[in-house]
């Protein structure tokens, strides 16, 4: 099966052999997928210089099974290069795609949106809210979209001045069951994210712990090792 | 090589067996840079000539010998064996980010240069120790990036040369 120039990033990448790489892309049209990148590492490879992170890039690959053949790699087009925090939190994007999505399951709306937060955190400052609307969009994506607007108990609308309770892969309570794990959340602050409209301070750190919350069912056991590197 | 070597060549298996062992045995890590040394202080962090107050960071004690055989460096080193990478779960703490915040917090070190390498993980790395610098008010620098001496625009490729234009000085 040969597949031919598209667009995708290269969420991870790491030495195989003497001259290899192997790596985990995320393409647009095949969503996360394993490959093998003969020689990447040779001076004269054609892949060298071209398979960054958090580039625009158009690959090809052939092969069947586990880890396909890169055959193809390209710039695609001119982009801003991250620093400093920015680029860590493109380090936890990439990560958490890692750990969240499934080889070989499409996801071009994800992938748009991906696109979208990299071009965001090129400009600094806006770290927080292009990280915690990725996540609602990744969410949303997998099947798991956040509930923000009702009481799931009462079916009554979230007000902003009330303090909820929310319960991952349900939503919001007012009085939840004793026995129920939730986080507490005030209702300004589901709204917000309904609106993706994160700029107070305080929302935003809610924000971050009500994702926080609900991620860590979908990622497995393992803390992610990219929340280390911020403090 | 192995058929080379039990073929023609045992005498030079041996002494080559002794050798790694020997290596093995007895090379192990310098206690303040954390480069490979045969005694617990290195033979830079030991000399007197070499000048305390400047620290390059970098990412492999390969990196050591790169920046000793250009012969430009008089200050000390700190090799971090390795760099940050999330992925694979490798975090501050896997590349001495504690033995490198004791050093600075030492009082002999003025100036971090950080010379880790110019890839995404490299610059991460970078960053992070930069602010672990600043926090304990220390200059932190970075190595310059762009195009190669001797080289023609015309054969860099783009992000090099975007990264040069960007950080152009003036003559």
Redesign the interface.
């Known amino acids: 099966m040969r597949v031919d120039l598209h667009s995708a990033f290269v969420?991870?990448q790491?030495s195989y052999r003497e001259t290899s790489l192997l790596l985990?892309i995320f393409s647009l049209r095949s969503g996360r997928v394993g490959l093998i990148a003969k020689g990447a590492n040779r001076q004269r490879s054609a892949f060298r210089?071209a398979l960054?992170?958090?580039?625009p890039l158009l690959l090809a690959w052939a092969g069947r099974g586990e880890l396909a053949t890169l055959v193809g790699a390209e710039?695609d087009g001119?982009f801003s290069?991250?620093?400093?925090?920015a680029?860590?939190s493109?380090?936890?994007l990439?990560?958490l795609l890692?750990r969240v999505l499934h080889r070989d399951d499409p996801h071009p709306a994800l992938f748009a949106a991906y696109r979208q937060a990299l071009e965001t955190l090129a400009q600094a400052g806006n770290e927080e809210p292009a990280l915690r609307l990725f996540e609602k969009r990744l969410l949303e994506d997998i099947g798991y979209g956040l509930s923000l607007r009702f009481d799931v108990d009462t079916n009554a609308p979230i007000e902003p001045e009330r303090d909820y309770y929310y319960q991952s892969d349900k939503g919001p309570w007012r009085n939840p069951p004793a026995h129920i794990d939730t986080v507490k959340v005030q209702g300004r602050t589901l709204i917000a994210l309904a609106a993706a409209l994160l700029h107070e301070p305080e929302v935003l750190s809610e924000s971050k712990r009500l994702m926080r919350f609900i991620l860590a069912s979908h990622i497995g056991g393992r803390p992610?090792?990219?929340r280390?590197?911020f403090n | 090589m192995a058929f080379h070597l039990l073929q023609r060549n045992r005498d030079g298996a041996q002494r080559l067996a002794e050798a790694l062992l020997a290596a093995m045995a007895g090379v192990n890590h310098c206690e303040r840079c954390r480069n490979l040394s045969d005694i617990p202080l290195c033979a830079i962090c030991a000399s007197e000539r070499r000048d305390p107050s400047v620290l390059c960071v970098v990412e492999n004690p390969a990196d050591v010998q790169s920046i000793e055989q250009a012969a430009a460096f008089q200050g000390k080193y700190f090799v971090l064996i390795g760099r940050l990478s999330p992925l694979d779960g490798v975090g501050p703490e896997a590349i001495g980010i504690d033995k490198l915040k004791n050093l600075l917090n030492g009082g002999e070190v003025k100036e971090v240069i950080i010379a880790t390498g110019a890839t995404a993980e490299g610059e991460a790395t970078a960053h992070y120790i930069g602010e672990v610098a600043r926090a304990t008010g220390l200059r932190a620098t970075r190595i310059a990036h762009g195009i190669p001496l001797g080289g023609e625009l015309e054969y860099v490729d783009s992000t090099t040369l975007s990264h040069a234009i960007a950080c152009r000085r003036d003559l």
Not at chain 1, 52 to 55: E, G, N, V
Not at chain 1, 81 to 85: Q, V, Y
């Open positions: 969420l991870h790491r985990e210089g960054q992170f958090f580039r710039i001119p290069a991250l620093s400093g925090r680029l860590l493109a380090f936890y990439n990560e890692t992610l090792a990219s280390q590197l």
